[in-house]
């Protein structure tokens, strides 16, 4: 292996730990521009003001995630990927200094932009080194930083006075780096995209547009009934994409990868996050990063594993998350961090496995598809799992540390009863396709399986 291609994969592999942590960081709502917001000015409205703007990440990152996604494969990746570098910075720095709330929502806007055109970028050079153990450490991180992005953006939130020591430069640093090792790096672009390949991956941008507006519209004293209305019609909108893509010719993949993202989006972020408060209090971040680890490793199991047992993995891995959100319906609320882990673990570990197995066999195209119904799955999960919460909140109305406590459990119970059954039904969703391989096109873009077989076509490079 000649040094230019060393240089490649170790870009490849740092792009893969790095570029989806950092962008899973930039989703919490909750952050050191929160607390600057209140201590700037104690009127609630300013408050409120600063909490809104700084939950606008996310949704400018759902709907700038498939456009990048088809920028990625038209032209070449490691050019789109410093641009998404280049957003997300100025979004982080920008929000160091931003005194107002509308600076604060500009800054926010900025990084889940940036985020959303780093994402599909290092998939695709992950993708060009059509390696299974490369694309099972992107697909491990992913989970891990879905996992760990709020206890650790509460944790930096409630230091003291250290406003800077916030968990979201350092990524953004490495995935400088692993940008710059890329560049230098020989890299093998993937076949040329077609036109259907490209008109599918940007399928989810319209419903992701629909559900960021809504979204955000629904944070101005909707009830949170017609909140949670919005966030059952997203997931349907999600679900139903990946559900009409499995079997697509350009996007479709023997495994479901795109019904297998959604089960990333909606059961791991919405699921760990209510957990990650009294985390962050008592500064238990342990078991935040057993799960992580453990999403690491079960998308490195599913690398290893033989055809017939990534078939299994897919189903194996929503059977751990089901296992993991009963758990936390049994356990007390906030569970001690022994109990904790005994959630998060089994979560981490079931995702994760699910996911890289459902990625082995797949191409970019589906690859990408997916990656577009993940993030409104995401959000769909977000606004359950609040909304719920929010209406047991109004019912009761507590007064005390204890009733708010109580109020907040049960409607986290509520959220994981639904979880559970979600848990089936998209198990069910991703294997009924899998019983059967999608229809294949004449020429296809190799999956990170398909070994180092050489493409003279230069659509990505």
Same mark, same amino acid.
């Given at each position: ?5 060393? @240089? ?48 606008? %990440?996310l949704p400018a990152l759902l709907v700038t995630v498939p456009l990048a996604a088809v ?34 929502? %500009? ?41 760990? %992005? ?20 350092w990524p953004a640093a490495a995935a400088l780096v692993a940008a710059l090792l890329c560049?230098?790096? $020989? ?13 599918? @991956? ?18 101005? +004293? ?5 909140? &949670? ?18 079997? +697509? ?43 992580? %680890? ?37 356990v007390p609320f906030p569970p001690r961090p022994p109990l904790l882990a005994a959630v ?14 459902? &990625?082995? +066999? ?29 209406? $047991? ?42 019983? $059967? ?12 399986? +398909? ?11």
């Amino acid at each position: 292996m000649s040094c230019r291609s060393l @240089i490649s994969v170790a870009g490849a592999l740092l792009l893969a730990l790095t570029v989806p942590p950092a962008v899973a960081l930039v989703l919490p709502g909750t952050g050191p521009h929160v607390l600057a917001a209140a201590e700037a000015g104690t009127v609630d409205a300013r408050v409120a003001g600063a909490a809104l703007a700084a939950g606008l %990440a996310l949704p400018a990152l759902l709907v700038t995630v498939p456009l990048a996604a088809v920028l990625s494969r038209r032209f070449p990746a490691r050019a789109v990927l410093p641009a998404g570098l280049a957003c997300l910075a100025a979004g982080l720095i920008g929000v160091r200094f931003a005194g107002t709330v509308p600076q604060v929502a %500009a800054a926010r806007l900025l990084q889940g932009a940036g985020a959303g055109i780093m994402l599909p970028a290092s998939l695709v050079l992950v993708w060009q080194r059509r390696n299974r153990v490369l694309a099972a450490v992107w697909a491990g991180s992913l989970v891990a930083g879905l996992l760990v %992005a709020t206890p650790l953006a509460l944790h930096a939130a409630t230091r003291a006075g250290d406003r800077a020591a916030a968990p979201f430069l350092w990524p953004a640093a490495a995935a400088l780096v692993a940008a710059l090792l890329c560049l230098a790096g $020989r890299n093998e672009p993937l076949p040329a995209s077609k036109h259907a390949e490209r008109s599918q @991956i940007v399928l989810p941008a319209a419903p992701a547009a629909g559900l960021a507006f809504l979204a955000v519209a629904s944070s101005h +004293d909707w009830s949170p009934g017609a909140r &949670l209305l919005v966030g059952c019609v997203a997931l349907a909108a999600a679900l139903g994409l990946a559900l009409a893509a499995a079997r +697509d010719a350009a996007v479709g993949s023997p495994l479901s990868c795109a019904v297998v993202m959604v089960t990333a989006g909606l059961l791991t972020f919405p699921l760990a996050g209510p957990l990650a408060g009294p985390a962050a209090e008592g500064g238990t971040l342990l078991p935040f990063g057993a799960g992580g %680890a453990a999403a690491l490793a079960g998308a490195l199991l599913a690398a290893a594993l033989p055809g017939r047992g990534a078939r299994a993995a897919v189903p194996a891995g929503h059977a751990l998350v089901l296992a993991a959100a009963l758990v936390a319906l049994l356990v007390p609320f906030p569970p001690r961090p022994p109990l904790l882990a005994a959630v998060l673990i089994p979560l981490g570990l079931g995702v994760g496995l699910a996911l890289a197995a459902s &990625l082995r +066999d797949a191409r970019a195209g589906a690859a990408l598809f997916g990656l577009g119904v993940c993030f409104p799955a995401v959000l769909a999960g977000q606004l359950m799992a609040l909304s719920l919460q929010a209406g $047991r909140w109004q019912r009761v109305g507590p007064d005390t540390a204890g009733e708010r406590l109580s109020v907040l459990a049960g409607g986290y119970r509520q959220w994981l009863v639904l979880a559970c059954a979600l848990a089936v039904l998209l198990a069910v969703a991703a294997w009924r396709p899998a019983r $059967r391989p999608p229809r294949r096109p004449a020429r296809r873009a190799a999956a990170p399986s +398909d070994g180092a077989e050489a493409v003279s076509a230069a659509s990505a490079g």
